[in-house]
T-cell receptor
Framework: GAGVSQSPSNKVTEKGKDVELRCDPISGHTALYWYRQSLGQGLEFLIYFQGNSAPDKSGLPSDRFSAERTGGSVSTLTIQRTQQEDSAVYLC????????????FGSGTRLTVV | SQQGEEDPQALSIQEGENATMNCSYKTSINNLQWYRQNSGRGLVHLILIRSNEREKHSGRLRVTLDTSKKSSSLLITASRAADTASYFCATDTGRRALTFGSGTRLQVQP
């Protein structure tokens, strides 16, 4: 597609439920990133995929968080047993050249855990 | 503390004035990038400056980089109400992902 697409744009869930957030990167972009942005804060790195390499999961805050990227394209971020502190905007970005070039971000998924 | 920290945290100016935002970082970098985020939207890449560059221009944007002071500045000239947004610096430190600062919120009053 023309840009990075994320769905849903908003998600309200009850504490303890599982959620799945989807990211559809720009076609041909081999690098895909997930970040988390709490209200009024900067971006917190979560996970990075590059081609067929093993993902860099070093930013995932707990084992309740996992992500996969199927066929080198669409990625899903899953949060199990959601907690209120998981409430944030989850941003996905893709890049043709990784950190040596610019990222293209999606509009994000605003997750609210009640 | 964060790799990239923007200063000031918030800035309010009148339309037509220049806006200057600063970014300080702690470790050596390969490049530094600036992004803009409009309220409720994703970030948009503005400009990239490499570690061996000192200044770069793009339209009304001017970015400087001082690697000896580990700092960068973003200047927006002749600001417009549409420039109202949050601005973030991001650094490539050789890790596999960019590290973002906490941002500067710019308000341009018409």
């Amino acid at each position: 597609g023309a840009g990075v697409s994320q769905s849903p744009s908003n998600k309200v869930t009850e504490k303890g439920k599982d959620v799945e957030l989807r990211c559809d990167p720009i076609s041909g972009h081999t690098a895909l990133y997930w970040y988390r942005q709490s209200l009024g804060q900067g971006l917190e790195f979560l996970i990075y995929f590059q081609g067929n390499s093993a993902p860099d999961k070093s930013g995932l805050p707990s084992d309740r968080f996992s992500a996969e990227r199927t066929g080198g394209s669409v990625s899903t971020l899953t949060i199990q047993r959601t907690q209120q502190e998981d409430s944030a905007v989850y941003l996905c970005a893709s890049s043709l050249r990784g950190v040596v070039g610019g990222y293209t971000f999606g509009s994000g998924t605003r997750l609210t855990v009640v | 503390s964060q790799q990239g920290e923007e200063d000031p945290q918030a800035l309010s100016i009148q339309e037509g004035e220049n806006a200057t935002m600063n970014c300080s970082y702690k470790t050596s970098i390969n490049n530094l990038q600036w992004y803009r985020q409009n309220s409720g939207r994703g970030l948009v890449h503005l400009i990239l400056i490499r570690s061996n560059e000192r200044e770069k221009h793009s339209g009304r944007l001017r970015v400087t980089l001082d690697t000896s002071k580990k700092s960068s500045s973003l200047l927006i000239t002749a600001s417009r109400a549409a420039d109202t947004a949050s601005y973030f610096c991001a650094t490539d430190t050789g890790r596999r992902a960019l590290t973002f600062g906490s941002g500067t919120r710019l308000q341009v009053q018409p």
